[in-house]
């Protein structure tokens, strides 16, 4: 099992940045795929970035391509989402998630661990 703990949310106003962090501790990610999911209030969750751990390759959703970029830093076991050009759209939870079959699923319910998410307003 994975322990994932995000942080960096907040406020910020439409064409700011933020970067969000997701700390994971429990057992090594070198087989593990890592991604981001938000969830705005009444929409489902959905997955907007993610890397194969062990080998950096990324995906990233066209609805935050060129806005949005996930990295890592395997030394500190923490995934990083660098978030650009902030739209009023972009506000929800944002959530990590951990699968161990280093696959960018897009279903939730194939990742195994979550953290317990991080708010991102970004206003008008």
């Known amino acids: 099992q994975v322990q994932l703990v995000e942080s960096g949310g907040g406020l910020v106003q439409a064409g700011g940045s933020l970067r969000l962090s997701c700390a994971a501790s429990?057992?090594?990610?070198?087989?593990?795929?890592m991604g981001w999911f938000r969830q705005a209030q009444g929409k489902e969750r959905e997955l907007i970035a993610a890397?194969?751990?062990?080998?950096?390759?990324?995906y990233c959703a066209e609805s935050v391509k060129g806005r949005f970029t996930i990295s890592s830093d395997n030394a500190k076991n923490t995934v990083y989402l660098q978030m650009n050009s902030l739209k009023p759209e972009d506000t929800a939870v944002y959530y990590c998630?951990?699968?161990?079959?280093?696959?960018?699923?897009?279903?939730?319910?194939?990742?195994?661990?979550w953290g317990q998410g991080t708010q991102v307003t970004v206003s008008s």
């Open positions: 429990g057992r090594t990610l070198s087989s593990y795929a």
């Open positions: 890397i194969k751990y062990s080998r950096g390759t990324t």
């Open positions: 998630a951990a699968n161990p079959h280093e696959t960018f699923y897009v279903v939730p319910g194939w990742y195994t661990d």
